[in-house]
């Protein structure tokens, strides 16, 4: 089972842009599928965008248009760009991937946004 590590969270004013990080153990270039999901307090965590292995992307309506889910497979790397950031992306941030049947969750990372 592959090990997820999240970076790049941190206090982000409304409007601003943040990149956050995630990167695995092993190799994730035939991961099935690679998320992001975040939790704000008091809520359920939500999926925030997948990325597939055939390359297909998808994003939660909220955040289309202003975040890109992207990966370097050479690094082992996870990418979250989040750019017209506003208070209601406030949470705890979570990389996960589904690669040869095992599910892996990142320890999250926070980001809050506010002025």
């Known amino acids: 089972q592959v090990q997820l590590v999240e970076s790049g969270g941190g206090l982000v004013q409304p409007g601003g842009s943040l990149k956050l990080s995630c990167v695995a153990s092993g190799r994730i270039d035939n991961a099935a599928l690679l998320s992001w999901y975040r939790q704000a307090s008091g809520h359920q965590r939500d999926v925030v965008a997948t990325?597939?292995?055939?390359?297909?992307?998808n994003y939660a309506e909220s955040v289309k248009g202003r975040f890109t889910i992207s990966r370097d497979n050479t690094k082992n790397l996870l990418y979250l760009q989040m750019d017209e950031m506003n208070a209601a992306a406030t949470a705890v941030y979570s990389c996960h991937s589904l690669l040869d049947g095992a599910l892996s969750w990142g320890q999250g990372t926070q980001v809050p946004v506010s002025s």
């Open positions: 990325l597939c292995s055939n390359g297909a992307t």
